[in-house]
């Protein structure tokens, strides 16, 4: 399914004036879900603590397992950590991309790759990376551990990356949910410097974009909505609202 081109008008200022985020925060919900995608393409133009802050404070409104609040994020500014980080990044991607290329990709993936690969040569100008990691194992060393002792674990720091990239995209800034630079966990933590016990999880890259929001695609809801058993789908054909 195309959404509906969020037009010309998407287009939003770089500021930092806190009383102009506090207003662009106010964007209904829907449409800020309905527009937030990944804006790889962002300006080099600096963005202001306040707002990356402002940001984070609203992600910090997600749940979390028990509460618990494993939450810990390194906002990266300085050059020389992004250079490092863009490195794993740049060889991860080397066999990521590579690989997307060679599967004869169509029109929507080349688009996807196109801007990947935008992102992993101007990794350095990126404004702002917000790392985004979790505090505490997933049980005792050496034991079995439950499946939904992971999913809780990591299921703890996503909802506030959801928050962030939502955040974000009222303000007017482009974000982008990646996970390539950390490919290597122990080279990640090296480099920012992170204690045994906070794993880095994913990074929210954010900017103020180069252009506009544009169209994402996605799965009809009767293709992925099941009604009391898995296969039972009779929602299949169901018109989007
Ligand atoms: C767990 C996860 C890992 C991702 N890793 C990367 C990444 O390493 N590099 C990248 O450019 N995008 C990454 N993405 C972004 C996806 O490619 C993007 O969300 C997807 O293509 C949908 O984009 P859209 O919202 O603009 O349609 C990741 C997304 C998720 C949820």
Sequence with gaps: MVRPDSGMDDYLAPTSDTIEI???????????????RA?????????DDRVVL???????????????QTWQFVIVKERAVKAQLAAQYRRAWRLYG???????????????????QWQVEHFEEIPVLVVCCVRGGTGLPFLP?????ASS????????????LLAARSVGLGGALITLPLWSNLVARKILAL?????????????????????????????????????????KDRAPA
């Design 195 to 235: 204690p045994l016990n906070v794993e880095p999880c994913c990074i929210v890259t954010l900017g103020w974009p180069k252009g506009r929001y544009g169209r994402k695609t996605r799965k009809p809801i009767g293709t992925v909505v099941h009604l009391d058993r898995y296969g039972n789908q009779p929602w």
């Design 153 to 164: 674990h990591y299921g703890s720091i996503y909802p506030s990356v959801q928050n962030l």
């Design 54 to 68: 402002r940001c984070l404070e609203l992600a910090l409104e997600a749940p979390t397992a028990s509460n618990g």
């Design 98 to 116: 590579g690989l997307g290329r060679l599967a004869r990709p169509d029109d929507q993936t080349v688009k996807i790759l196109k801007s990947v």
């Design 22 to 36: 506090q207003a662009r925060l106010a964007m209904p919900l829907a449409e800020a879900m309905l527009t937030q």
């Design 39 to 47: 804006i790889r393409r962002v300006q080099p133009t600096p963005v």
């Design 145 to 149: 551990k439950p499946a939904i002792a």
